[in-house]
Structure formats: C-alpha cells, structure tokens
C-alpha cells in the first residue's frame, strides 16, 4: 500500500511535464478521490493541474466522483505492458478489482485524461518518457 | 506524377435496403475471390485500409469495404429523421443487399466486434450464401461494461467519450500512430451512430441459443479474438465456439478489439494462414 500512495505523490510533477495532457484537461476543475480502495486521496484539479493532494478528511470531505482501486490494479496497471484486463481503467471496474463512483459527469467528460493522468506512472517503471 | 498512389479505388453503389434507397460508399482493391470487410460499430472502412492495400491478399482476392449506412461516406438515407438504431434484421439485411447489388458470388464476409456478431447472425440464417466467414471480436453474447447514454447527449462531446471508451481495447503494445488513427475513427462519428449500433450489440443482437444451429460444413467459420480485447474476451469468443461443431479459433497476441487498425502488422501473421485455407478450399 505504502509504495502506491507514494507513486501516487508523482503524479503532479509527472502531470506538469506532460504538455499534451494538460492542453487536454484545461477546462476541467473538480475534486475527486483517486487511489487505493481503502486509502483514498483527495485530489484538487483546476485547469488540469493537480493543485492539491491529500489524505481523505476525516470530517466532511466533498467530492464529485471517486475511482478507487485495489493495490495489486494499481501495480499491474502501472506496468509498461500491462497484462490483459488490467491495462484500462474501465477494465479494471469490469473485472471488480476497481470502484467507480459519484457524480460520473466529470470523469466522462474527461475520461481520456484521466486515462492518460492515471496511466503516467508508466514511465517512472519503463524509464520511457510519458 | 510523382506522388504514391495507393491501389485501392473508392465508389458509390446506390442499394434499396428494407424499401429504403441507400448511397453506400465503398473501397475495393484487388481481384480473386471477393472478400467483404465489415468495420467495428462507430467507426468507418477506413479500418481496413492496410489490408486492402496488402500485394498479397488482393493478388487473390477482390478486397471490399463498405462504409454502413450513416457511418463513414456512407450518409444517412434521404428523409431520414428518427433517431439511428441498427438491428439484427437491418443489419443482416445491409450486407446482403449490398453484396447482391455487386453480384458477388458467394462472397467471404469478414468483420469485427458488431461485424463479428452479424456474422454469426449470416452463419445462423443464411451460411449458403457464403464461401467462408471470419467473425473478428466476435462472440453470441458479451456483458455491458458501460452505459450508452454516455454516448450521445448535448453536455458531452460524443467524438471525445466514444473514442475515449474505445480506446482501452486497444492493446498497448499497438504502434502509437495505428492507436491514434483507430481513435480518429470514433472521434469523427456522427452524433448517436456509435450509440445506435450498440443497440444492436447489446440489446437486439443477443445470439445466445441461436448459434449452436450453425454448420460449419456447408461454409467455414473463423473466430479471431484478441488477448487485449475486454469487451469481447477470448472467454466469450471460445465459450461461443464450442457450442458450433467445427468452428475454428485463434486467440491473437499482443491485439485488442480492432486487430486490422491498431495493429496491421501483428494482425496479419493471424489472417494470412486464414486467407490461405480459404484459398485452398475455393
């Protein structure tokens, strides 16, 4: 658990690198969780740029959707070739090893992004860029 | 001229489908024995372009693909106000009448994901019209794993959501210019297209109980599925195989749900030996 909440904490920096990723989140704003099942993180996204991550509040947390999946989908999702049915987010909700939650309007509107935002850990295993 | 010139000729045939006059676009190349390809749901003949262009193949075989009505350069027919929605009937109904209008004589009918479906349909109903038929992503029946109504509605692009859908079924270890040619494909349907033909595929095409009646010995079925592919699995593939004696199947490596676009090269060491047998049976 500890080694995906920590390749989580990448993401920003990974995100700001990526202009094309950013050019297609520039209109998106939301709050939503994201991660591990049973340690989600609230994550703040304005302009396509993760402004704020952090552990979910104990106290009246709010937010629009939530993808939370288990540790193990996270690891072999993060894998430069991923194995068959853990290499998308929509298959890891089809398998049950993912959650999908919430007010869905932002996460579809947007879905490629967080496809390709959730998928740039990729490149920390591969060494290629993402 | 200097500039390359790809051999593959596109041209209109106008086919009464159902009563209803239709304008349908189609690409052909080659000469042999026709070969017509149907393309995935949402998407146009333009997934077929690699194959239609392979020296070999079109040596002996006559190459087509047809955009479906309402799909690619095929428009909507004249007067056409209702909401598009394909069914088995006006699906089958499509291919037959568009390979009546060519006169092609018991053609190999071969197509992906919903074109895979109707094949199995073409197998059930009508396998004497055919030499042989290649159901690529195809199975009697596979699970929802999204709603439709994602699909077309004025808050969401419909381009952007149907082809960010698709894009997971792509194998990852497909070329990144094929991955992103086959998403262009989706970006560019028409509004509800991809939505109306997953009618077909989820609701009214259910083929479960009906497949066990086909026979392989009057004309041959081939199923090809690839590993990648989590909406028509293998397991659904070869759970549909076994219930029809003699059908033949290939679980392809390193492919996803659009074997001929997102990865021309891989998906042709898998058809070619295919092909080949249909060659030798004539």
Redesign the interface.
Known sequence: MADVTAIFATLPRLLDANSELLRTGRLLNVDCLLGPIDLPLLVSIRAGCITEMRALPKTMPSWRFGYTASPQAWIEYWRP??K??W?????L???GEAHLVGD??PF??H??YF?DLLALPRSLVSGKPA | MSGKIEPIVGRYVHVEIDGVMHRIYFEENGSGIPLVCLHTAGSDNRQWRHLLCDEEFSRHFRIIAFDMPWHGKSNPPDGATDEYRLTTASYTGAIRAFCAALSLDRPVVMGCSIGGRIVLNLAIDHISEFRALIGLEAADFQ?P??DTE?LNRP???GG??C???V???I???SPENTRRETLWGYKQSGPGVFKGDLYFYRVDGDLRGRVEKIDTTICPLYLLTG??D?SC?PEDTLRTARSIPGAQVTIMEKLGHFPMSENPVQFRQYIAPVLQQIRQIG
């Open positions: 070739e991923p068959p049915g290499h998308d987010l929509l298959a909700t089809k398998r869905l309007h579809m509107t879905l490629q496809k | 699970q794993w999204y994602w808050d969401v692009h952007e959501i082809a960010a859908l894009s997971g079924l194998a990852p270890q590993e990648y989590f699995t």
